[in-house]
Nanobody, 127 residues
Framework: QVHVVESGGGLVQAGGSLRLSCAASGRYFNTYAVGWFRQAPGKEREFVAAINWSGSSTFYADSVKGRFTVSRDNARNAAFLEMNGLKRDDMAVYYC????????????????????WGQGTQVTVSS
């Protein structure tokens, strides 16, 4: 079992940067993949980025590829999402989730593969 809590959201100017943190508790955090998802007003939750249990593999949605970077520090039971070049379309509530995706790499982009979810942190982008 893993408990995760996101933080770091806030108001940023378009083109700016923001770093989200995901603090986790649980003895076996190192065995879980971490996914980042977001939900904008009026839209369904969508995949943003993910990282496997060891940090050796990362996955990104096309919309954020090249702008966002997902990382983790297993020694500190933490994961991060560095967001650069923020756009108005990035404005959403961001969620961190832990899970053990099964199957191909495509499973890392599926919210159904993640069992433990944080409360969300709001990212607002001004123009």
């Amino acid at each position: 079992q893993v408990h995760v809590v996101e933080s770091g959201g806030g108001l940023v100017q378009a083109g700016g940067s923001l770093r989200l943190s995901c603090a986790a508790s649980g003895r076996y955090f190192n065995t879980y993949a971490v996914g980042w998802f977001r939900q904008a007003p009026g839209k369904e939750r969508e995949f943003v980025a993910a990282i496997n249990w060891s940090g050796s593999s990362t996955f990104y949605a096309d919309s954020v590829k090249g702008r966002f970077t997902v990382s983790r520090d297993n020694a500190r039971n933490a994961a991060f999402l560095e967001m650069n070049g923020l756009k108005r379309d990035d404005m959403a509530v961001y969620y961190c989730a832990a899970g053990r995706p099964k199957g191909s790499s495509d499973s890392y982009s599926s919210s159904a593969e993640f069992d433990y979810w944080g409360q969300g942190t709001q990212v607002t982008v001004s123009s």
